[in-house]
């Protein structure tokens, strides 16, 4: 499996970024998608996952501000952030993983690039 995310940038805090990340390959459908963060000098850390059968899990700190969603015919995941903080700004990988949500990256199989997201004050 194959995973390329995309739409990071440099927002205002208050503001909203939607990420994207392309897949290929693999059974799409019967994946856990999740989406991490990493800030430098920090641990990889859990933000969102989604489920093969479209059950969420967030994070605290994600919770009431961000949407994860999956389009199975496009083999796309999506993170939707809103209301973005100053520590929001990390950089942004999504991963996958074969059967049911886990919240630690460690057990996650594929992983796409990262993507860039800056929140500015």
């Known amino acids: 499996v194959q995973l390329q995310a995309s739409g990071g940038g440099l927002v205002q805090a208050g503001g909203s970024l939607r990420l994207s990340c392309a897949t290929s390959g693999g059974a799409f459908n019967n994946y856990t998608l999740a989406w991490f963060r990493q800030a430098p000098g920090t641990d990889r850390e859990f933000v969102a996952a989604?489920?093969?059968?479209?059950?969420?899990r967030y994070a605290a700190s994600a919770t009431g501000r961000f949407t994860i969603s999956r389009d199975n015919a496009k083999k796309m995941v999506y993170l939707q952030m809103n209301n973005l903080r100053t520590d929001d700004t990390a950089v942004y990988y999504c991963?996958?993983?074969?059967?049911?949500?886990?919240?630690?990256?460690?057990?996650?199989?594929?992983w796409g690039q990262g993507t860039q997201v800056t929140v500015s004050s």
């Open positions: 989604i489920g093969w059968d479209s059950a969420t």
């Open positions: 991963a996958a993983r074969w059967n049911f949500i886990v919240s630690t990256w460690g057990r996650y199989d594929y």
